[in-house]
């Protein structure tokens, strides 16, 4: 009888493994043909043994973090070792509001729930705060000898939660197995709040979220939660040993936002909705509409975790046990106490020049956003704290983000394609689209040229050929009017003109000159090393700048390194107030180092639609052909 391989899931082999078993059998004979009743069901059998096969080959595979492929047994499995997927996330904008009112009311209370409405793309999103916002001594705005002279409540740097604040009750029945359950898969968990107050009670004590039982005692007032089924999530309150135990009867009042997420990002024209009421809670009178104005746009939006992150993220933290020890730890952990971290780099002090024993240094890629803000970096750190061991110190440094640029003459058969404009717009889709993919968008990413060409050439049947050149580029964030050195790691090696012109900036000014400016280097004789020097055009030609300070700084070609020496910058021509410093890379495949991040830009990059003349027969030897060359331009700045 010849070996049966049990593992096979295709029907073919599995039918044949069955007629090669009953050609081993004697009794059985006039089977083996296609018209016989015999295989008939012979098919069967192999079908059915097929299925049997998937099925058990797919339910092995969902049995594993690794192999999982339904977001219900991702989630279960992460459960397993501890971990919570991150929730959606609600935009968070910061305002003013200003309350004129009449009445001797010396306090305001803006209630909680609904506050404001935000305006984004001719689409209005809710905008909630959490807890009622109390002011005391409004401001009179009127003469002393008014009776009642008109007040303004201003209410400063209020944060204000994208969704709709909502309510549910739960009362414990110790005779059921209950499961408290928030019925709603658009929450923010970070906006839960849960009181629990006994029966006939008005007031209850307010339950802390914790994600661990480390510390706990039969009288800690907490609550764990946890994602189930439908992206719905499920409190767990303690069982009088880790957490104290709800008592029949007991009232479980939660409150939460829902949120649409992302969706709520870049919202800033706000318009007041809310409720305010005076000192003895009845509505302000008031005949003005309160005025807001915005601080601080609607940004950190996000969507509930992807099971690819889940995959990702779940096992480092599983291994931090809760302590920040290795890089490792510190990726996990900094995504679950910030769960807006996109891309987390983590640094050890040794590895910096000079060294600087027991430090960390770390970077954070936040979600729809590019820097951290100095309010946001202290919240990481201070939850840090508890993770952290004795001795070791966290530094939180801004994000370096490495630009990948594509300036690229793009081939095409006018007799497949004629529409020059849909072609391009063809190719700037296929480019964004791989500009997303998560070997870019990451620390230690990698721009690999040769997908790059791929992704071009296959956007349309059109596209004979692209002859396509980098340009690398860091943006140099200034202070303005104080004399700073500034540092500029690439990573990746420069190619090099010995003429010069391989580093090439956007203008600025300095103090003492008010014309416009720009870097540029001197190589030495070696090729592997220069000079950055400011120079200023001349009104007869970019090819002989007035030199303006000729040993501004220094390049490592080799390393990728630009070094500007103590400059007083004072303005510069870009509105974002940065002055943009490009390269060509000598390698046109770009690596990320650890603390880079790596993102295609493709507001800078230049997509030229090129007819080939060739393969559209028009020129047949080749002349006028038009080729483009892989580096530089010869032009001393960045337009």
Known sequence: MPVTKFTNLDFDQIKEQIRSYLRANSNFTDFDFEGSNMSVLIDILAYNTYITAFNSNMVVNESFLDSATLRE?????????????RSRKSAEAIINFDFKFNGNSNSVKLRKGLVCVGA?????YTFSIPEDITITSPIDEGSNILVNPPRTAKFRN????????????????ASLDQKFILDNSFIDTASIRVFVRKSGSSSGLEYSKVDNIINLDAKSNIYLIQEIKDEKYELIFGDGLFGKKLDNGDVIEVSYIITDGKDGNDGKFFSFSGDAVDDADSPLSSSITPTISTVQTAKGGGEIEDIDSIKYIAPRVYSSQYRAVTARDYEGIIQSVFPDAESVSVIGGEELDPPEFGTVVLSVKPRNSTYLSDFTKVQILDRLKSYSIAGINQRIVDLKILYIELDTNVYFNSNVYSDIDGLKTQVTNSLTNYGKSTNLNAFGG????????????????????????????????????????????????????????NIKSTGFTIAGNLNTLYFTDLPHSDGKTGDIAVVQLTELSDEAPAVVLPSAGTVDYTKGEVMINTINITGTSRASGVVEIMAYPESNDIIGLKDIYLQLDMSNTKINIVRDTISSGKQISGIGYKVTSSYNNGTITRS
């Open 158 to 173: 209020i944060t204000v939660y994208q969704g709709t604040l909502l309510k549910k009750f739960f009362t414990v029945n």
């Open 120 to 124: 984004k793309n001719n689409t209005s």
């Open 446 to 501: 990698r721009f690999k040229y040769s997908d790059a060409l791929r992704v071009i050439d296959e956007t349309n049947n059109a596209i004979t050929s692209n002859i396509t050149k980098l340009i690398i580029r860091r943006d140099l964030k200034p202070v303005f009017n104080a004399s700073t050195q500034y540092e500029l790691c690439f990573g990746n090696a420069f190619h090099v003109n010995p003429g010069g012109k």
């Open 73 to 85: 047994n991702v989630v279960s499995l992460a459960r397993n070792i501890g971990y919570v997927p």
